[in-house]
T-cell receptor, first 115, second 109 residues
């Protein structure tokens, strides 16, 4: 069974630009969560999508948005990029909503650098 | 509310034991533990549910004290392969899985 895939793996953008990251979950998984990882901050929760609906959202500004398609693939968009947005963005999929009975499977991440 | 992990870093020799703690200020429904090796994606270790269940994964076990909103991960007779950053994720009444800042574990021969 193929794992979670993320594209692209690396991105370099400049301040003010926007970026779209893609995540394909494991086949059959209906939940996709997005996390921002920076040194010292751990994994910061961005949002979770389930059946094309945003179910949960973390404490990030409105510049961060996402969506999920009918095939469970998900995209994350960051508009008006800032230097502080430089990070590793991880997506994770699970069979059902991330919760007490569902482990998450993480993708390799997209490394975003904002210059 | 991000859980607090301690210690922030641990250095061990092969065969030594370690304990990593995770605490929250909120009532928890479950605690999840993941390990991330350098340059790799986090990998699931175990989930602990309310009721103080203690789970095991080879020589790695964990406990969950729901009254104290704390979980501890026990690494026994550590191996080189245990090196990495350990994250606890907690689930409270917001239904979000929130991860701590991680504990970096290094095991040397």
């Amino acid at each position: 069974k193929a794992g979670v895939t993320q594209t692209p793996r690396y991105l370099i953008k400049t301040r003010g630009q926007q970026v779209t990251l893609s995540c394909s979950p494991i086949s059959g998984h209906r939940s996709v969560s997005w996390y921002q990882q920076t040194p010292g901050q751990g994994l910061q929760f961005l949002f979770e999508y389930f059946s094309e609906t945003q179910r949960n959202k973390g404490n990030f500004p409105g510049r961060f948005s996402g969506r999920q398609f009918s095939n469970s693939r998900s995209e994350m968009n960051v508009s008006t990029l800032e230097l502080g947005d430089s990070a590793l963005y991880l997506c994770a999929s699970s069979l059902e909503l991330a919760g007490p009975y569902n482990e998450q499977f993480f993708g390799p991440g997209t490394r975003l650098t904002v210059l | 509310q991000q859980p607090v992990q301690s210690p922030q870093a641990v250095i061990l020799r092969e065969g030594e034991d370690a304990v990593i703690n995770c605490s929250s200020s909120k009532a928890l429904y479950s605690v999840h533990w993941y390990r991330q090796k350098h340059g790799e994606a986090p990998v699931f270790l175990m989930i602990l549910l309310k009721g103080g269940e203690q789970k095991g994964h080879d020589k790695i076990s964990a406990s969950f004290n729901e009254k104290k909103q704390q979980s501890s991960l026990y690494l026994t007779a550590s191996q080189l392969s245990y090196s990495g950053t350990y994250f606890c994720g907690t689930e409270d009444d917001t239904d979000k899985l929130i991860f701590g800042t991680g504990t970096r574990l290094q095991v040397f021969p």
